[in-house]
């Protein structure tokens, strides 16, 4: 479902013959021409992936949905796809976007012990509580079953439904 932009820009870079005769023969046995190849190792679908979401939750509509489909990404995600997809930090956010995601790609790097980007701990928690819900009654209950990374950030949901923060 990617949507394929145009090229507009060249990059040239020097290679031994050797180098080059490399880069061709892994490009040919991955089924992808030399430019797409070395973007591919450069620049993985996973990272523009992880972009393209965070982007989506910054945009108008619902950031619930946004933030829904960040979660089923990460946790498609096997380990190393998931340290190479969050590797960089997201472009600012706000506070509390910025926060729930950070606690949204340590939860994932938990569940697969993974390491949290260095990124995340930039993130500083919110200074004010937030709750999934404006019932009062059941904050005791968010407090409690918040996931450790969310409860570090002063972020109280629940994930007992369908596994989403």
């Not at 040239?12 to 892994?26: D, F, G, M, Y």
């Not at 945009?59 to 096997?78: K, Y």
């Amino acid at each position: 479902m990617s949507v394929r932009q145009r090229k507009t820009e060249q990059l040239q870079l020097r290679v031994t013959r050797a180098e080059k005769a490399r880069i061709a023969a892994a490009a040919r046995a991955a089924g992808l021409d030399m430019s797409e190849f070395v973007l591919a190792r450069v620049a993985p679908a996973g990272q523009d992936a992880f972009a393209r979401l965070c982007d989506g939750c910054r945009g108008p509509g619902n950031v619930h949905v946004s933030l829904a489909h960040l979660n089923d990404f990460l946790t498609r995600l096997a380990g190393g796809e998931l340290r190479e997809a969050v590797a960089a930090a997201p472009p600012p956010m706000g506070a509390f976007l910025d926060n729930y995601v950070a606690a949204m790609v340590e939860t994932a790097g938990a569940a697969r012990a993974v390491a949290a980007p260095a990124w995340t701990a930039n993130v500083v928690p919110l200074q004010d509580p937030w709750f999934g819900s404006s019932l009062v009654s059941l904050r005791l209950h968010l407090l409690v079953s918040s996931p450790p990374a969310f409860r570090r950030r002063n972020l109280f949901v629940d994930t007992t439904l369908g596994g989403r923060a």
